[in-house]
């Protein structure tokens, strides 16, 4: 069974359908990324399977309950969902800030327990951020910054990640190591949801692809099959240079097709 | 992969607040037997203490329950009402800048209770002016939280404040400006220059069931406070209703900082200095700011009416002109420092 399935989902801003009928499923142990132009979708989405947005239509089910029916703090027991260009609005120390992670779980006045804490241990460790421990969050580059705070959503024990372009700040040495954390997450068990710019990256590390376009899936499966010249086309106006090393697919954008509107594209 | 040492024993190491705590409450007591024992008759502690239950009290003891004591309950009160809004505003805003006499909340309860004797109604019935003052704080916490909730922007929030201060104030001068008589101007004037000098027990009485309300809503809010570190949605995913979390704070600050104002008048800053100066000691983390700016407030606020009472006896300075003096410049060194930090 699906751990979170998604049903004609639809946002409208305005006068502007955001997603217009998106349907999605998605297994435990599944690493999916979100690709497509700006504006596409991609954050919107991840924000309803979040449940921080109301819906116009549709429905999204978690363990087959409605999430509109869950209460938050229930939900936030199972999922973690991590935003783009997240900050510490406060200089807290990086131990503190992963310990966030745990309110989910604590009642209130309980003060933090063994398990807590040896659960903020195993998350700084897995995202190699240990050595931060005692860190003020302000001090931190990028990447570290990325790390800890994925740390922080990790502490929950979350079985549904939803990780909003974790990557696109990075330099490639820490692309690579959050790309490779994310999968070791959903090796484990969770299901992840990841929001890439970077279609090689999505290529090389998701399991499946959702390539969404003009508020719907355009198309999805696999990356070879999702990252098509045909796709590429339609949904980023752009051909792709392809290659193949290792056994593993990796594209580079090469050019530009005449605009970035895709109707434009698909009325010639 | 290298073994590192086990982490546990260390994070529990959680820096404990007790000897801050401890800290403030001997400071609190020490400046709370100063308060009593200060004034124009000396007054021997113990022994009017005891003469208080006699039957038939010497005049020290009437002096000390009727005149000292609820002066200084008083500034302990409405010291750690400021302190704890300051807390539970910068925390709910995420902004070191928020505070209950900067953003316009001080004033505006201020004229709340200024409005409501000026139409006559404070003789009315009994809780008339402290609700004038959370009526008027309410409506403003309410305003600034729809302007400058959203973002966090620095800039909108003290913008608004200055809008709203400038606006509540502007009324009390016209209600000063059309006083009826030197005497309303005076009553007037009161809450412009606020002082917790010549208060009853009455008084006391009046605002503590308020602000005791006001304290619990916002004391509970201390984990949300937290989660809201990482910004609203974060907090959400992570279990917390902000509407609730919301409510809980505007009306907390509404009550203890209404009540706070409608009996002493606007004392600046004491929300805006105190949470600054406990931050550093608690990791910065708002749960644990909480309780110890509530504390710190106290104890500030209560050293400010002794002050007062030390420097200039005869012709008392008022505590609100005190802490305006002194809380000014410090918030302007705070912008700058805030400003340095954001570049």
């Known amino acids: 069974m699906s751990l979170i399935e998604g049903s004609a989902i639809a946002i409208r801003f305005g006068d502007n359908a955001i997603l217009n009928g998106v349907d999605l499923a998605a297994r435990?142990?599944?690493?999916?990324?979100?690709?497509?132009?700006?504006?596409?979708?991609?954050?919107?989405?991840?924000?309803?399977?979040?449940?921080?947005?109301?819906?116009?239509?549709?429905?999204?089910?978690?363990?087959?309950?409605?999430?509109?029916?869950?209460?938050?703090?229930?939900?936030?027991?199972?999922?973690?969902?991590l935003p783009q260009a997240a900050i510490s609005h406060w200089p807290l120390e990086v131990r503190h800030l992963v310990a966030l992670g745990r309110l989910p779980h604590r009642d209130p006045w309980q003060r933090l327990d063994e398990t807590d804490l040896e659960r903020v241990e195993t998350v700084l460790r897995w995202t190699d951020t240990i050595h931060l421990a005692n860190r003020t969050v302000t001090t931190l580059s990028g990447g570290e910054l990325v790390r800890v705070m994925l740390a922080r959503a990790l502490a929950s024990e979350p079985k549904l990640l939803l990780a909003d372009e974790p990557v696109t700040s990075l330099d490639p040495f820490h692309q690579l190591q959050v790309m490779e954390l994310l999968r070791d997450i959903a090796k484990q068990g969770a299901c992840v949801f990841v929001v890439l710019h970077d279609l090689t990256l999505a290529s090389r590390f998701c399991d499946r692809l959702l390539l969404l376009h003009a508020g719907k899936v355009m198309a999805e499966g696999p990356p070879e099959a999702v990252l098509t010249?045909?796709?590429?086309?339609?949904?980023?106006?752009?051909?792709?240079e392809f290659g193949e090393r290792e056994g593993a697919m990796y594209l580079l954008p090469w050019q530009r097709l005449e605009t970035v509107s895709g109707e434009d594209v698909e009325k010639k | 992969m290298t073994k590192i040492p086990m982490l546990s024993q260390e994070a529990a190491k959680v820096t404990p607040l007790y000897p801050l705590i401890t800290g403030l409450l001997v400071a609190l007591l020490v400046l709370a037997g100063f308060s009593l024992s200060l004034g124009k008759v000396e007054i021997p502690l113990m022994a009017a203490a005891m003469g208080m239950f006699e039957d038939d009290p010497p005049l020290t003891s009437i002096l000390l329950a009727e005149i000292r004591l609820p002066r200084t309950i008083l500034a302990i009160l409405v010291g750690g009402s400021l302190g704890l809004c300051g807390a539970a505003l910068q925390g709910l805003l995420r902004n070191p800048l928020a505070a209950p006499g900067l953003i316009g909340v001080s004033s505006s309860a201020a004229l709340g209770s200024v409005l409501v004797l000026y139409f006559g109604y404070a003789e009315a019935f009994f809780l008339a002016l402290p609700i004038g003052g959370i009526v008027g704080a309410f409506v403003v916490v309410l305003l600034i939280y729809g302007i400058a909730g959203r973002d966090s922007s620095v800039l909108t929030l003290i913008l608004a404040g200055v809008a709203i201060s400038g606006f509540a104030s502007a009324l009390t001068s016209l209600a000063l400006n059309l006083a009826p008589s030197p005497y309303a101007a005076y009553e007037i004037v009161f809450w412009i220059l606020g002082s917790v000098a010549d208060r009853s027990f009455d008084h006391v009485a009046l605002v503590a069931p308020l602000m005791a309300i006001g304290w619990v809503l916002l004391l509970w809010t201390g984990r949300a406070l937290d989660a809201l570190s990482l910004g609203e949605e974060t907090a959400t995913t992570l279990g917390f209703n902000l509407p609730r979390v919301r409510f809980a704070v505007i009306v907390g600050t509404a009550l203890a900082v209404g009540a706070a104002v409608s009996v002493t008048g606007v004392i600046a800053f004491i929300g805006l200095v105190v949470p600054h100066l406990m931050r550093p000691f608690v990791g910065h983390q708002p749960s644990r700011l909480l309780g110890v700016s509530a504390l710190g407030g106290a104890t500030l606020l209560l050293a400010g009416d002794i002050a007062v009472r030390v420097f200039s006896p005869g012709l008392e300075l008022k505590l609100g002109v005190l802490t305006a003096m002194i809380g000014a410049p410090f918030f302007?060194?705070?912008?700058?420092?805030?400003?340095?930090?954001?570049q």
């Not at chain 1, 991840?46 to 939900?75: T, W």
């Open chain 1, 28 to 81: 435990e142990g599944e690493l999916i990324g979100l690709i497509g132009e700006n504006g596409a979708g991609k954050t919107t989405l991840l924000r309803v399977l979040a449940n921080l947005l109301p819906m116009e239509h549709g429905k999204v089910r978690f363990h087959g309950d409605d999430i509109q029916g869950i209460s938050c703090r229930a939900y936030a027991r199972e999922m973690a969902y």
């Open chain 2, 332 to 342: 302007l060194y705070l912008i700058l420092k805030t400003r340095r930090e954001m």
């Open chain 1, 229 to 240: 010249p045909s796709n590429l086309k339609v949904a980023y106006a752009i051909t792709a």
